[in-house]
């Protein structure tokens, strides 16, 4: 079945800096585009960034662009998230997401706490 599994999570400074992983079984990882969501207590959970399936187009969020960079490994079934200038509004849970045939999937999710 579709498993994704996010990892590299943890608390940083602001202005820090920190890559979330996540990897992908039970489907052709390559066929298929990939998201970064994340979700803070208390609020709806957003869209953080999206790769196509070839890793060829990405966008961001207007609150990560610049700051933010989606990436993949179809060879590793791995889409990374590299974050920069890390400020505490990006405190929250990161997970990853993909749609096949019409149903998202999720992973488990990896926190992210940004403060001193």
């Known amino acids: 079945q579709v498993q994704l599994v996010e990892s590299g999570g943890g608390l940083v400074q602001p202005g820090g800096s920190l890559t979330l992983s996540c990897t992908a079984s039970?489907?052709?990882?390559?066929?298929?585009?990939m998201s970064w969501y994340r979700q803070a207590p208390g609020k709806e959970r957003e869209l953080v960034a999206q790769i196509s399936s070839g890793g060829l187009m990405d966008r961001y969020a207007d609150s990560v662009q610049d700051r933010f960079s989606i990436s993949r490994a179809n060879a590793k079934n791995t889409v990374y998230l590299k974050m920069s200038s890390l400020k505490p509004e990006d405190t929250a849970d990161y997970l990853c997401?993909?749609?096949?045939?019409?149903?998202?999937?999720w992973g488990q999710g990896t926190q992210v706490t940004v403060s001193s």
């Open positions: 997401s993909t749609v096949i045939d019409g149903l998202r999937y």
């Open positions: 039970g489907y052709t990882f390559s066929n298929y585009g």
